[in-house]
């Protein structure tokens, strides 16, 4: 079974540009996380979704970031418009539920850079 | 404000020797912890995981321990391999609810 799929797994733009990240879970899992790695912050979670509604999005740094998820197999990032500052490599994890238990499998990242 | 904190930025161990990775956290609300390790152009995968009944955890060569008193806890590696060499996140979650990860390790394991 295929794993998290993320495109692109590049992105080189320039500032001010909107940029969209997708995400494909892994089948039959409920939840979908968006995590954002930096050097001085290491992982940190943007958002995630459970049953495609939106449950916690307090890590989303401003209002330039959204992210939705239409289907059970289908999320995006967007951010609008992009900044320098935006430049990291953004995971998208999936897994059955929240319990300790329930391992977070991630995707291979998008390296964004913004220029 | 970082939760959990890895200090050590990166950490050089020779093969065949113990690798030690520590973290620190600083809510005591967190009862599971967690390591991935991260390979270049990967995402990370989990690794080991130990919940705060425990002080210790094993599996093959991982053990991570937990010190709850001093909010710290320890992966070790026994003995340390070339493919060892990652990044390695420790993360933490208080009642089942979202993780939280520190800002990772990267582990070179010199032949």
Redesign the interface.
Known sequence: DAG?IQSPRHEVTEMGQEVTLRCKPISGHDYL?W?R?T???????LI?FNNNVPI?DSGMPEDRFSAKMPNASFSTLKIQPSEPRDSAVY?C?SSFG???TD???????TRLTVL | DQQVKQNSPSLSVQEGRISILNCDYTNSMFDYFLWYKKYPAEGPTFLISISSIKDKNEDGRFTVFLNKSAKHLSLHIVPSQPGDSAVYFCAASARAQKLVFGQGTRLTINP
């Not at chain 1, 391992?103 to 990242?109: A, K, N, V």
């Open positions: 998290v996380f995590y790695q050097m001085m912050r290491g992982l940190e979670l995630y916690d995971f994890a929240l319990a300790v391992t977070q499998y991630f995707g291979p990242g």
